[in-house]
């Protein structure tokens, strides 16, 4: 057995850490973890091997000191708690006197060793250079003296240890030997996954090298500069590549691998891009038929040959590439995009299926072949490949060959369009997102077949015209023989056909103002004009033209000869007007319907509300009340109906929109200010929406209440005469923000309240017109009867302090204590002045009597009746005020106190 010293420990480190830590390395017989002093453990292995093994790899770790105990060192054996020097007892299987773990000396504990300190004092060990001691090992700090304490860095050059049994002296971790323990200890497990029960710690590296190489083992070597508190070490690190280098592939996966959603946003966008260049490229390939032309010879006016246009080539060819690349890059997209098991479409929208393998093989048994026959640059190669080649032949084999090709492409193009608008249609309701869009949509299909329709009968003509000069040719009886050669312009200049040229008839023969006997029929109009050897923008209109007039006329204008193809083109043309016509209409009717359907609808309805009113017999100032509400109800809605909306949404969906709408007003009501989000959430779900026109009562003194009301848009006027009492008026205005119905909310929070609706103690009338949000009385009492922690008594506070009832008959109270007072004070003035009147009144009668004091005794007499009267005059004078004071004002009646619970819960 040999035991293993563990120094500086983190006070929080368990014996089952330790063991987690070193289990890994062999049998382990104990684990053994000081307390008093913590800071060190002792663990014993069955094998030395393995343990020799730990100290190699974990020596370092986490500012860890591991290394043999001095008894093993020795030979000695020893165990439990007093071998090998490991607690406080002298006894054990060495004999040896207690030695300090720090340094090594006998004498002292490791706690009272000064190397452990830093001191200069002591001897202090150094078996190997300074290592890297923190690690993201258990997530926390180390806390451990020898983190602390000031390091010193040995000067020797940092190599890499040659052999893995052999203790290594590097600063990098020794190689890994099949066993992922290190990994194990920095938080993940011994399979290299993430372990959550030991998170890692975190670093700052400022700078990371590119790798090394590969060891023998296939793993990576990166140097990074790690930035520690107090100063700056270089750690090499070792990540097993198990075959390539991966860092959480299976969460991210590179996008060659990513298998698409069809029904997420991106593939339909896709879809949508897709489609429009396929439009495109149908508009593109009809262009092919404009490159053969009919060039007239400037010196000869009467000499004519065929030539391809290689300008108008180029161009399209180009345009043709780059439309190839979309239908490309579609076949790679279908390789890689999920689909439905048929077998689970039972509920729901199935499970998708994202194996690559089975996606391939079900999109090669389907829709491979048709995409890839539409995605081969057929058009190209016929022009820049085989029509050089047999440039010899004849050129009506060149327009057949061509024409050919390009239906051979055009057939499998344009049926791709249906499924595709099939497929957009059924993820999205429709093809474009608004009306007109669609409505364009549908028109440019149109568009789409005049333009095939026109660069066909170009063709055609083109053929025609070629038609009539090889049968004069064969026809002629000429010195110079007429050969088909002649007919094509890369033999202008052949000296036989100059000859020719000066003795032939064919284009004046073939010119349909001279009497021939060749008839064009449809095709006459095209050589007349000189369609055929016009500059591309002109024969492209005039044939985008004739296409888009034949369509929509069903061909009727069109007089044919008996040649076979102009006449089957002619009943195609009359069949795919009919059809396509028919098609636009209603395509158009619907998209354009769907703008006015609403607009329809009201009238229809405001012309229904006006029959009834006429037939009811409703007085005219009633009438224009209800078509103002009419109208003012479309122009907020535009007939939408908001209820039934929300309605068919989930109810969190429901939650969050309503929330959005209404919290901001919920919360500028005081009462609702101080909840919570989620009585706020259940106020604001069953509020709906309100619209009132001027003049509109919302409700009347004394009538019950049945709603309240936050107002969004518009001004309210309420107002009150306490009752009908006489004289009594007070009117305030509300606007958006406030709130009136203040009395169902004291109703629906009593924990009594009866099923009879509270009166209203105030009239609401609309000024202008109002949008607001109502609050239904049976709603509002569902939340308080489900939420009973709104019963409170800092809420009664609340509500009497903002409550304009309370507010109002405060307004009153504190008037009628101001009349009061100011009558009491005028009376008593008054009281005052008359009494100091009454005195100066008597002070002169008393000094006229006393100048008159020696007159007669009834004089006497009748001053002495005098001051008895003034005193009892005086004396009812003071009754008078005493009963003014006596008199009781008329008080006004006081609002019943809220009471909103039983359980009282202040807040």
Known sequence: MTRVYIGNLDSRVSERDLEDDFHVFGVIRSVWVARRPPGYAFIDFDDRRDALDAIRELDGKNGWRVELSHNSKTGGGGGGRGGGGGGRGRSGGGGSDLKCYECGEPGHFARECHSSRGGGGGRRRSRSPPRLRRSPSYGRRSYSPRERSPRRRSPSPRRRSPSPRRRSYSRSPPPYRGREAVAHANGFSNDGKLNLEKPMQVYKFQKILKPRGKTSSGDIDIDIDIDTDNEKNRMNIKFPTFGKFKVFQENHEPWKKRILDPGSDLFLEWKRAFLFSSILSLFVDPLFFYLPSVSIETDNKNSSCMVTDLNLGIVVTCFRTFADVFYLLNMVIKFRTAFVSPSSRVFGRGE????????????????????????????????????????????????????????LQYVPRLYMIFPLSSQIVKATGVVTKTAWAGAAYNLLLYMLASHVLGASWYLLSIERHAACWKSECRNENLPVKCVLDYLDCSSINDNGRVKWMNTTSVFSNCNPESSTDFNYGI??????????????????????????????????????????????????????????????????????????????????????????????????????????????????????????????????????????????????????????????????????????????????????????????????????????????????????????????LAWALLPKSTLNLPSSTRTVKALVEVEAFELRAEDLKFVANQFRRLHSKKLQHTFRFYSYHWRTWAACFIQVAWRRFKKRVLANSLSLREYKSFIDEQARNRMEHEKEERGNTAQVKQNLGVTILASRFAANTRKGVQKIKDVEMLKLQKPEEPDFSVEHEDD
């Open 523 to 744: 095709f006459g109009n095209a050589v007349q004009n000189n369609v055929l050897s016009s500059v591309f923008i002109e024969k492209y209109l005039y044939c985008l033209w004739w296409g888009l007039q034949n369509l929509s006329s069903y061909g009727q204008s069109l007089s044919t000869s008996t040649f076979v193809w102009e006449t089957a083109f002619a009943i195609l043309i009359a069949i795919l007007g009919l059809v396509l016509f028919a098609h636009l209409i209603g395509n158009m009717q619907t998209y354009l319907q769907s703008i006015t359907v609403r607009l329809e609808d009201w009238r229809l309805k405001r012309r229904d509300t006006e029959e009834w009113m006429k037939h009811r017999q409703l007085p005219e100032f009633l009438r224009e009340r209800v078509r103002r509400f009419v109208q003012y109800k479309w122009l907020a809605t535009r007939g939408v109906d908001e209820e039934t909306i929300l309605r068919g949404l989930p109810t969190d969906l429901r939650r969050d929109i309503q929330r959005h709408l209404c919290l901001d007003l919920v919360r500028r009501v005081p009462f609702f200010s101080q909840m919570d989000d989620q009585l706020l959430d259940a106020i604001c779900e069953r509020l709906v929406s309100s619209l009132s026109t001027q003049g509109t009562y919302i409700v009347r003194e004394g009538d019950p209440v049945t709603e309240m009301l936050f107002i969004i848009r518009g001004k309210l006027e309420s107002s009150t005469t306490n009752g009908g009492r006489t004289g009594f008026f007070n009117s305030i205005t509300l606007r958006p923000g406030d709130f009136c119905g203040e009395e169902l």
């Open 352 to 407: 998708l299926v994202m194996d690559p393998s089975l996606i391939a093989r079900r999109y090669l048994r389907s829709e491979f072949f048709l995409d890839l026959l539409a995605t081969l640059p057929l058009p190209q190669i016929v022009i820049w490949f085989i029509m050089p080649a047999i440039r010899s032949s004849h050129a009506d084999h060149t327009n057949n060959a061509l024409v050919l090709i390009v239906l």
